[in-house]
């Protein structure tokens, strides 16, 4: 089991481009997440989702939008890219009837 | 509005000592406590979790002592060792609604020297 895989690791996007990033889980798990982290302020919600088809808002959903067209898919889009979207992004997932989430490595953007 | 704060920023502790974390909490609707351990370039692991119905969790050297009425848990790291050193966080969880809502706080970074 690959768990939760992220593509790309990387990415240095202009201000103003758009971009899409990619969350994979092969553990059949039914809730997933996506989360930005900034040096000193911890993992703040985007938007997750309960299931196929579903999705809602987080803490920080401004700017980012999300789709779950496929139960293993999560996808993570930002329109129109701002210097204040440079993050560490991480997605994770978890089974409905628990509490632990499985984050995945990471994807760093730089949006200069 | 910060629900969850978390202490110390960072810590240096010797190779057999004790790491002690903190994290204090707002909000008495959270109704599970964990610690997450993130090392450099990973995702967070959960590492060790309490429910309310407990005051005390061990698990080998990670040990959770949980204060409802303070509103405070921390973790315990029994002698530390160097492959302890990462970032903890603390990130209770709002049962409302669907889907686990973690509240993360601001991390501690933890060096184990030798």
């Known amino acids: 089991n690959a768990g939760v895989t992220q593509t790309p690791k990387f990415r240095v996007l202009k201000t103003g481009q758009s971009m899409t990033l990619l969350c994979a889980q092969d553990?059949?798990?039914?809730?997933m997440y996506w989360y930005r982290q900034d040096p000193g302020m911890g993992l703040r919600l985007i938007h997750y989702?309960?299931?196929?088809?579903?999705?809602a808002k987080g803490e920080v959903p401004d700017g980012y939008n999300v789709s779950r067209l496929k139960k293993q898919n999560f996808l993570l889009g930002l329109e129109s890219a701002a210097p204040s979207q440079t993050s560490v992004y991480f997605c994770?997932?978890?089974?409905?009837?628990?509490?632990?989430?499985?984050f995945g490595p990471g994807t760093r953007l730089t949006v200069l | 509005q910060q629900q969850v704060k978390q202490s110390p920023q960072s810590l240096i502790v010797q190779k057999g000592g004790i790491s002690i974390i903190n994290c204090a909490y707002e909000n008495t609707a959270f109704d599970y406590f964990p610690w997450y351990q993130q090392f450099p370039g990973k995702g967070p692991a959960l590492l060790i979790a309490i429910r309310p119905d407990v005051s005390e969790k061990k698990e080998g050297r990670f040990t959770i002592s949980f204060n409802k009425s303070a509103k405070q848990f921390s973790l315990h790291i029994m002698d530390s060792q160097p492959g302890d050193s990462a970032t903890y966080f603390c990130a209770p969880l709002h049962p409302a609604g669907t889907a686990s809502k973690l509240t993360f706080g601001t991390g501690t970074r933890l060096q184990v020297t030798l």
């Open positions: 989702s309960v299931g196929e088809g579903t999705t």
């Open positions: 553990m059949n798990h039914e809730y």
């Open positions: 994770a997932s978890s089974r409905a009837d628990t509490d632990t989430q499985y």
